[in-house]
């Protein structure tokens, strides 16, 4: 039987992403003591890694096909196959940003103030390639941990590049944004030889299909309800629909169904006002796919 060897980011985004396939319906266990996962697919074989090593091991092939995030893809320069992305962090659904920070009472006001200047950052290889695209010529050292803490020691580094979600941790250590690199997210990537295999292709591509469909049903929901013919034009007008809805007729010739995709965070405002509308018999349901 083929098998896809897919890696899997451990740490972090382990919980987000487990989470993700389960909507995908694959059901994955995991043991604290090990590696490799157990996936309801004989012809899945799971690896779990850290995401800043995923990407070098796809391009090596012992992996097929990983998640990782654009950032350790441009750290690791590598060469592979980038098939989607998921626009999720580990705490929010949306994006991290690796930004470029000083302290907040630094004489350096843009990136143009780098130059010469020491960085200390986990991403080394992006961000000095980041300032190098720029003209910008800077001493750009590896961070072994505390980053935040190191720019606000005088004499060890004048500004970082780091991660951030909701730029909470900065505004803690009292740093300030100088310039955002670029926004990171996980992305599904293929080994170029598994790309051509078309077994394989074809199955990383079905992984993909429902990883997609699983993530664009984050945060939305279903809503069904009854609605009187004559009722309809000014309901469907109040729906802030995914799609146009989908509208069935009833056995009584007087009432038609109404079926429509909505953001979860405005069905507790909108059901009373469909209520007021004249709908009946409203219904709200969870998603685990939306496939375009």
């Known amino acids: 039987m083929p098998v896809l060897k897919i890696g899997l980011p451990s740490g972090s985004l382990q919980e987000s992403t487990l989470n993700l396939f389960a909507k995908a319906g694959y059901r994955i266990r995991t043991s604290p003591r090990s590696y490799t996962p157990v996936i309801d697919d004989l012809e899945l074989e799971g690896l779990f890694l850290r995401a800043q090593e995923i990407a070098h091991y796809v391009e090596r092939g012992v992996l097929d096909i990983g998640l990782t995030g654009i950032d350790w893809i441009r750290e690791n320069e590598a060469e592979v196959v980038e098939i989607a992305e998921f626009a999720y962090s580990k705490t929010t659904s949306q994006?991290?940003?690796?930004?470029?920070?000083?302290?907040?009472?630094?004489?350096?006001?843009?990136?143009?103030?780098?130059?010469?200047?020491?960085v200390a950052t986990?991403?080394?290889?992006?961000?000095?390639?980041?300032l190098k695209d720029r003209g910008i010529t800077a001493e750009v050292e590896y961070s072994w941990g505390s980053t935040e803490a190191k720019v606000r020691v005088p004499g060890l580094v004048d500004a970082i590049a780091e991660i951030t979600e909701t730029g909470s941790s900065l505004r803690a250590n009292k740093l300030r944004v100088v310039e955002t690199m670029f926004e990171t997210a996980p992305r599904l990537i293929a080994n170029k030889q598994t790309w051509v295999d078309a077994w394989k292709r074809e199955k990383a591509r079905n992984i993909a299909t429902l990883l997609i469909g699983a993530f664009n049903a984050e945060d939305k929901v279903g809503l069904k309800m009854n609605v009187r013919r004559t009722d309809l034009a000014r309901i469907v007008e109040n729906l802030p629909a995914l799609n146009n809805p989908t509208v069935a007729n009833l056995l009584d010739k007087n009432w038609v169904a109404?079926?429509?995709?909505?953001?979860?965070?405005?069905?507790?405002?909108?059901?009373p006002k469909l209520k007021k509308l004249g709908a009946e018999g409203i219904i709200e349901y969870p998603l685990n796919k939306v496939i375009y």
Do not use: F, H
């Open 258 to 271: 109404i079926e429509v995709i909505v953001d979860e965070r405005v069905v507790r405002d909108i059901i």
């Open 95 to 118: 994006p991290a940003r690796w930004v470029i920070a000083v302290p907040e009472n630094s004489a350096i006001q843009t990136i143009r103030d780098l130059q010469g200047k020491r």
């Open 122 to 130: 986990e991403l080394v290889t992006a961000t000095r390639n980041y």
